[in-house]
């Protein structure tokens, strides 16, 4: 069964970067599909950060595309998220995912999240 | 970006009732919409991709249509392990989400 899980501090200070981990287990992540990142904020409202490929390139939201970075250690299963500058706004809950495209884009395999607060 | 607005944000029903829950895209997107449930401190979970193809596993309670902009998600007869809030997911260049609605018992 593939399940991922995500792990990182929860309380990360503004103008930091917030650093978080998506370890996955029942598949290699460099065998097929994209891996990424998404975060439900306070209100509900959910988008979408970027992936990492298989082979390893990346592909952002553009509205984060000056902060963040995706990457990857392929010896440990695992792919992180770093977004830098990171302000009140980041507060989230981040999930990790899977992406399968398939006619369209889905995200068939989800992490149960990691809530970050970004305060002072 | 495209805006996806579920509705309503919140929706009590009770067991066996026939529920609908509504999406609506800010333009068309060619019915590449999925539907995903989220339990309770659980992840998510994909239901149903591209407007009406059920995911592997999912009981055929579950179902949805649409077209455009305006996509349905229907639960033939609610079960109380149905409880959850269910959220749409579009892909155009970048995939963008609704909000949810969460799924009550009366």
């Known amino acids: 069964e593939i399940q991922l899980q995500e792990s990182g501090p929860g309380l990360v200070k503004p103008s930091q970067s917030l650093s978080l981990t998506c370890s996955v287990t029942g598949y290699t992540i460099t065998s097929g599909y994209d891996w990424s990142w998404i975060r439900k904020f306070p209100g509900n409202k959910m988008e979408w950060m970027g992936y990492i490929s298989y082979s390893g390139s990346t592909n952002y939201n553009p509205s984060l595309k000056s902060r963040i970075s995706i990457t990857r250690d392929t010896s440990k299963n695992q792919f992180f998220l770093q977004l830098n500058s990171v302000t009140t706004e980041d507060t989230a809950t981040y999930y990790c995912?899977?992406?399968?495209?398939?006619?369209?884009?889905?995200?068939?395999?989800w992490g149960q999240g990691v809530m970050v607060t970004v305060s002072s | 970006d495209i805006q996806m607005t579920q509705s309503p944000s919140l929706l009590s029903a009770s067991v066996g009732d026939r529920v609908t829950l509504s999406c609506k895209a800010s333009?068309?997107?060619?019915?590449?919409l999925n539907w995903y449930q989220q339990k309770l401190g659980e992840a998510p979970k994909l239901l149903i991709y591209?407007?009406?193809s059920l995911q592997t596993g999912i009981p055929s309670r579950f179902s949805g249509s649409g077209s455009g902009t305006d996509y349905t998600l229907t639960i033939s007869s609610l079960q109380p392990e149905d409880v959850a809030t269910y959220f749409c997911?579009?892909?155009?260049?970048?995939?963008?989400f609704g909000a949810g609605t969460k799924l009550e018992l009366k």
């Open positions: 591209y407007t009406n």
């Open positions: 333009q068309n997107i060619y019915k590449y």
């Open positions: 997911q579009q892909y155009n260049s970048w995939p963008t």
């Open positions: 995912a899977r992406r399968r495209i398939f006619i369209t884009t889905t995200f068939d395999y």
